[in-house]
């Protein structure tokens, strides 16, 4: 979007008057196009992204298809002509292992999040803000480990560029949405455990997903941590980014996050799911059967602990929040307070020493100046 402005609107279950399963529609026009993030929790969370050249595209869903057993071709885009880009991000467990193990070594059955059972998103949508809330816990739970806590994806979506006031102060644009991870008030299944999130891409053919890595100096907006990480979408050729996933290498363990709260944030990944589809109806209904044939599906990890890893054990609440958007990522600048502060620290040392070098000059001048001539 170039005017870097959008018509947001959010829909909750178009053309369907049951709340029993959630559908969630943001539409962001631009000034000549049209960005679509359809999330669902039917099956895994996922959020479908589409971006078209047309103003005027809209989302279609077959209801009756896309809740049956055979949802292929159920979600299209209208017209289908209008699309330049389609892709779908799915979150499709939660791992907790033993803090002297790997992440592929794990101590407890991983949480499905397609096993899940969701609340209406509906009680949680909120128009003015563009807000909602996916929050759910396991359809069976025989340990209990939820029975006081459950685990939300809180989406959000911007109508232009600005920065989140709350830790870890994401930069976002109006291309953007973020997404925030809470678990709240989960019973660890043991005295030393760590948590991660597996997360899977879907992707046309010929598009692959790379994890770089940004560095800083600059924490101003969130301190003490200096990297952002980004799952970015690219062209073949590497040419150009279609979308990406990006966070701050941190997360937090408490709703209202200060500095101390601060969880170590790591990524392995992405690799080759290998053939294996994410259980999302809406991927098999927006791409079809086939999609494990004809689309790239890659998985990556990011896993929460280190060596304040015993954060969560204390305080039973996780957040960790992405960004997720097409094109470019955006990028952190100094801001004009830093700037002024490093030109004034390193300004001043060139002022002392030109100030010196005039009084030193002006010295000797001056001594010199003193001798009589002579004749």
């Known amino acids: 979007m170039a005017a870097g402005l959008a018509l947001v609107s959010m829909q909750y279950n178009p053309g369907w008057n049951n709340s029993s399963v959630n559908l969630l529609h943001v539409r962001a026009v631009g000034p000549g196009d049209t960005l679509h993030y359809v999330w669902s929790s039917i099956g895994a969370p996922t959020v479908l992204l589409v971006a078209t050249r047309s103003r005027s595209s809209a989302l279609r869903v077959?209801?009756?298809?896309?809740?049956?057993?055979?949802?292929?071709?159920?979600?299209?885009?209208?017209?289908?002509?209008?699309?330049?880009?389609?892709?779908?991000?799915?979150?499709?467990?939660?791992?907790?292992?033993?803090?002297?193990?790997?992440?592929?070594?794990?101590?407890?059955?991983?949480?499905?999040?397609?096993?899940?059972?969701?609340?209406?998103?509906?009680?949680?949508?909120?128009?003015?803000?563009?807000?909602?809330?996916?929050?759910?816990?396991?359809?069976?739970?025989?340990?209990?480990?939820?029975?006081?806590?459950?685990?939300?994806?809180?989406?959000?979506a911007y109508e232009a560029g600005g920065r989140d006031g709350p830790l870890p102060s994401l930069l976002h644009t109006a291309d953007s949405s973020k997404v925030e991870f809470v678990l709240a008030g989960v019973a660890p299944r043991g005295n030393s455990s760590r948590l991660g999130l597996e997360v899977a891409t879907v992707e046309e053919a010929g598009v692959v997903r790379a994890l770089r890595s940004t560095r800083s100096i600059d924490d101003e907006y969130t301190p003490t941590i200096f990297e952002v990480l980004s799952l970015a979408a690219e062209s073949q050729d590497g040419s150009s980014t279609l979308s990406f996933l990006q966070w701050k290498a941190t997360a937090y363990?408490?709703?209202?996050?200060?500095?101390?709260?601060?969880?170590?944030?790591?990524?392995?990944?992405?690799?080759?799911?290998?053939?294996?589809?994410?259980?999302?109806?809406?991927?098999?209904?927006?791409?079809?059967?086939?999609?494990?044939?004809?689309?790239?599906?890659?998985?990556?990890?990011?896993?929460?602990?280190?060596?304040?890893?015993?954060?969560?054990?204390?305080k039973h609440y996780l957040s960790w929040s992405a960004l997720l958007g097409f094109g470019q990522p955006p990028k952190d600048t100094f801001s004009p307070l830093v700037i002024s502060i490093m030109a004034v620290a390193l300004g001043t040392p060139m002022v002392m020493l030109l100030v010196g070098s005039c009084v030193v000059l002006f010295a000797q001048r001056r001594r010199y100046s003193e001798y009589e001539p002579i004749n």
């Open 62 to 156: 077959n209801w009756t298809r896309l809740l049956s057993p055979t949802p292929a071709g159920a979600v299209w885009i209208d017209p289908p002509s209008s699309v330049v880009y389609s892709a779908a991000i799915v979150f499709t467990k939660v791992f907790e292992y033993s803090e002297e193990q790997a992440l592929a070594e794990l101590s407890y059955p991983p949480y499905d999040l397609s096993d899940f059972s969701w609340d209406s998103v509906n009680h949680t949508l909120n128009h003015t803000a563009l807000t909602a809330e996916f929050r759910g816990v396991p359809a069976s739970d025989p340990q209990g480990t939820f029975s006081n806590g459950s685990l939300a994806f809180r989406v959000t």
């Open 253 to 314: 363990g408490s709703p209202s996050p200060r500095r101390e709260d601060g969880i170590q944030c790591r990524a392995q990944g992405p690799r080759a799911a290998n053939g294996t589809l994410p259980t999302s109806s809406l991927v098999l209904a927006y791409f079809g059967e086939g999609v494990g044939s004809t689309h790239t599906i890659s998985t990556i990890n990011i896993s929460f602990g280190g060596e304040e890893g015993k954060v969560y054990q204390e």
